[in-house]
């Protein structure tokens, strides 16, 4: 059958042909889509799952922000309280070793002694190494040294000034710095041994407490 007698045909029982064409137009290319968004499960998971994708991963990603958030803060504020800069995951257990000090060191010990501190273990440990006690034996001697000669000098320079009788200004005027100069070597040893100091005094600490 010709389309022309189909479309005579139509139009003896009164129908129009181009609706007709139409509907099957529509049927046609609804089943098409219909296949389509159903070829992976029910007909509602593949219209919404797009979107469900999405309010899922910006839900997670707004999660994820709030807890950043959170952690920079509590970072930020122990910083503040502590002066110790370290990992959120980390603090509880400085506070737990700062909590075992029995008094005999607090934040700033521990602080000093931050690169000694093993937080990787379950218990924080205190670990030195041979090449920090090596410098530390270098610092004693260099400035024991260095102190000694400052001393004598200053020794010397006490003497003569107390024993001659016409003392040049420049004599008197070099005594306050030699004492300086013994002072400044002392505090510069203390401060370049602090670190190893009060690792020594935390782990000896620990050392007490685990012998309980």
């Known amino acids: 059958m010709s389309i022309p007698e189909i479309v005579s045909f139509f139009e003896k029982i009164g129908v129009n042909p ?32 797009t979107k469900q994708k999405s309010r899922l991963h910006w839900r ?56 000694f501190i093993d937080l990787n273990t379950e218990q924080p440990k205190i670990r030195i190494g041979v090449c920090a006690k090596i410098f530390d034996i270098f610092i004693i001697t260099l400035f024991s040294v260095g102190g000694i000669c400052f001393t004598l000098l200053f020794s010397i320079l006490v003497v003569i000034i107390a024993t001659e009788n016409d003392v040049r200004p420049s004599l008197l005027a070099s005594l306050p710095l030699f004492f300086v100069s013994i002072l400044f070597n002392f505090m510069l040893m203390q401060s370049l041994r602090r670190n190893y100091r009060s690792a020594k005094l935390i782990a000896k600490t620990l050392g007490r407490r685990e012998l309980i």
Do not use: Y
Request: with cysteine.
């Open 60 to 115: 997670q990603i707004h999660t994820d922000l709030r807890q950043l958030a959170k952690d920079i803060q509590k970072q930020q504020e122990f910083r503040d309280l502590t002066g110790i800069f370290v990992h959120p995951d980390k603090i509880e257990k400085l506070i737990a070793l700062r909590d075992s000090s029995n008094g005999e060191f607090d934040w700033p010990e521990i602080k000093a002694a931050r690169s």
């Open 18 to 49: 181009v609706i007709i064409m139409t509907i099957l137009l529509i049927c046609v290319v609804a089943a098409f889509f219909l296949r389509f968004l159903n070829s992976e499960g029910p007909l509602t998971w593949r219209l919404f799952k």
